[in-house]
């Protein structure tokens, strides 16, 4: 993608949706965090549907470390992967109670010590908590970035870097939602939409699919 298409690209995709957000359920930075941990391998729907019956009995650190293992796991089992995520959100629930008050850190470093929490989640809370222009690549902005030619690389990392460069200052907020969203509905994986795309003008994809 030339760097004269980016702008139009993002001001067409901000102009369908002038203020994106999260699909994952939440009223606090904390569950933020949690729901964003518990969706590794698993859709947003599905963590949805665990933590609308999770967060109004234990919506906090100490109340989840209160519930114990089991007690944990009986409200997520529904969620793959759930005995391990258990395990990383009660000792990430401990760190949060003994080393900050029961309170999210606001930096990288402080996010990514946290067990189960990788890059990518410490990207989505620094972005959607916090407001800062990070990158949450997941396998959707992957997809788009590479297949549209707006920021190409091997791995989600080079793509993550990409972007930074490459996505104008005034969309660097709300860039990764659209991406996201653009991935998930149109850009799919297997058929993307080529046909109903509002940005298909600015893509450096070659074998766009017709209308069915």
């Not at 089991?70 to 529904?78: F, H, N, Q, S, V």
């Not at 009660?90 to 996010?111: D, F, K, N, W, Y």
Request: glycine share 6%; net charge positive; with cysteine.
């Amino acid at each position: 993608m030339k760097k004269s298409d980016i702008e139009p690209f993002f001001a067409t995709l901000k102009a369908a949706n002038p203020m994106p957000n999260t699909e994952l359920e939440y009223t606090t930075v904390f569950e933020l965090l949690a729901a964003v941990l518990l969706s590794a391998q698993a859709t947003d729907v599905g963590v949805n549907k665990a933590t609308r019956r999770l967060f109004p009995v234990a919506g906090t650190p100490q109340k989840i470390l209160d519930l114990g293992l089991a007690g944990l796991e009986k409200y997520i089992k529904t969620i793959g992967l759930y005995r391990s995520k258990a395990r990383h959100l009660l000792e990430t629930c401990r760190i949060l109670v003994e080393q900050h008050q029961g309170q999210v850190p606001r930096t990288r470093e402080a996010l990514e010590a946290l067990p189960g929490v990788g890059r990518k989640t410490a990207n989505v809370v620094l972005n959607v908590a916090f407001g800062q222009p990070t990158m949450a690549v997941d396998t959707h902005i992957f997809r788009v970035s590479n297949r549209t030619g707006l920021a190409p690389g091997k791995n989600p990392l080079a793509v993550e870097m990409q972007l930074l460069k490459r996505v104008p200052a005034a969309y660097a907020v709300d860039s990764h939602h659209w991406l996201i969203l653009h991935g998930r509905y149109v850009c799919q994986a297997r058929k993307p939409q080529c046909w109903q795309c509002s940005v298909a003008r600015w893509c450096d994809f070659k074998d766009k699919t017709p209308a069915p």
